[in-house]
């Protein structure tokens, strides 16, 4: 990918993203969560796509059992729900019901 025609890291964020989907689908799920941790790590270039975050990564997280660290995930996730992210932030409180049981 040539940096000049994705200047703002918008495509390669929106590579990673689907390149996590993907390997989590294949139920590779250390993989998807390192894709996803990575995309993180470099800055989501799309904001519409930041407010899902959250509950992606807490998916995979409960799929490898690791719960806690999943609530955790949510919990930042709900603590950063403003405007627009509020439905987001309902289904981050309802996924969220079902893992820290």
């Known amino acids: ?6 200047r703002d890291g918008w ?8 390149k996590a989907s993907i390997l989590n689908a294949q139920g590779r799920f250390e ?18 796509a930041l407010s899902g975050e959250p509950i992606r990564i807490a998916k995979v997280l409960h799929e490898l059992g ?4 999943a609530v955790h995930a ?16 309902l289904s981050l409180l309802a996924f969220y019901a079902q893992t820290a049981v």
């Open 1 to 6: 990918m040539n940096e000049t025609q994705d």
């Open 11 to 18: 495509l390669r964020s929106s590579m990673l993203g689907v």
């Open 31 to 48: 993989q998807g969560l390192a894709t996803l941790e990575q995309r993180a790590s470099e800055g989501i270039a799309d904001p519409s």
């Open 66 to 69: 690791r719960s806690q660290d």
């Open 74 to 89: 949510l919990e930042s996730g709900l603590n950063c729900a403003l405007g627009n992210a509020v439905p987001t932030a």
